[in-house]
């Protein structure tokens, strides 16, 4: 059966933007219809620091209007000389909108053996969390498929040690996704944004099919603002409860996989944290039941549909 959420969305006269509202929350998210920003600035010019208002203050008394969207900053820069006249126009929005049939893929054991996979790569746009592994040995379980993949800072300095040494393993990791976005929250905190310039240099410098994404501080700490009025009180929201939300803005249908915190399946049977592995995150930085709760409340109203445990057989498919 198809997917009848309770979703609507509105269109505020004499405004950029849309208004977004479902049940059973009355979620509200604003998004504008123009989301990027191209500077033709050199990226040391956007180190300013941000006021997380909606307007990011630049050198020579130049702002750009910053609207509370997913995005911040799409970077397609060019070697063009800096004018303090020179404007920084609004681009069109580089995803393929509108995004109908939307997969948000987590990382929790759940989908190990799940053979969902090929489920998840029939959908239309398919978002992944913090740079998953998409080895031959998980891809009947996760799919191969990629368009946007989130890469937390914090990996960056974890996994390619800052890419201080050597970007070469970091731009070979990246092949898994394809000619994907890769979104980083690189104005969220302050460690984040000198590795998040890395990395996009790393990117571009490499001539390399990935499009990195800034998020917008200020979509992001309203995000975290209404789930915590929800009842979620972790330290911070998880990935891949900010990319839900992403989704819900972006797709007209939203299916999520392997959003599963607990320790034990559905068949009483022990499951790892993530697919991959078994590291446990500290356990007072994200709320993992609570998000997961509110998750379920929003398929049970039909608001996006959540898959748990082994996908069904498709015809044709032994």
């Not at 630049?58 to 969207?69: N, Q, Y």
């Not at 799940?114 to 489920?119: A, E, L, N, T």
């Not at 974890?158 to 092949?175: A, E, G, I």
């Not at 603002?225 to 929201?237: E, N, P, Q």
Request: charged share 15%.
């Amino acid at each position: 059966p198809s997917l009848s959420p309770s979703l609507s969305l509105l269109s505020l006269s004499l405004s950029p933007f849309l208004f977004l509202s479902f049940s059973p929350f009355s979620l509200s998210f604003f998004l504008p219809l123009s989301l990027f920003i191209s500077p033709s600035v050199p990226l040391s010019l956007l180190s300013h620091p941000l006021s997380f208002s909606p307007f990011l203050p630049l050198p020579f008394s130049l702002s750009l209007s910053l609207p509370l969207s997913p995005f911040s900053l799409h970077f397609s820069l060019s070697p063009l000389s800096f004018s303090p006249s020179l404007s920084l126009p609004l681009i069109d929005n580089p995803l393929p909108l509108p995004l109908k049939r939307c997969a948000v893929v987590g990382n929790g054991g759940i989908l190990r053996h799940s053979k969902c996979g090929r489920d998840i790569d029939q959908a239309d746009f398919i978002m992944r969390c913090n740079l998953p592994p998409l080895s031959k040995q998980y891809t009947e379980d996760v799919g191969t498929r990629t368009h946007l993949v989130t890469a937390n800072p914090s990996i960056i300095e974890k996994r390619f040690q800052n890419l201080l040494w050597s970007r070469k393993s970091f731009v070979d990791s990246m092949k898994a996704y394809g000619s994907s976005y890769i979104y980083m929250p690189a104005f969220s905190m302050k460690p984040g944004k000198d590795l998040s310039i890395r990395a996009h240099y790393a990117l571009s410098d490499t001539s390399s099919n990935i499009t990195m994404l800034f998020a917008n501080p200020e979509f992001l700490r309203t995000v975290g603002k209404f789930w915590k009025s929800r009842g979620v009180h972790g330290k911070r929201l998880s990935t891949g409860l900010f990319l839900v939300s992403l989704a819900l803005g972006l797709c007209e249908e939203v299916t999520a996989y392997g959003f599963w915190p607990f320790s034990m399946g559905l068949d009483e049977q022990p499951i790892s944290h993530h697919y991959y592995d078994n590291i446990l995150p500290d356990k007072w930085f994200h709320a993992m039941p609570e998000e997961f709760m509110q998750l379920w409340h929003l398929h049970k109203s039909g608001t996006l549909r959540m898959r748990v445990g082994h996908c069904p057989l498709q015809e044709g498919r032994s």
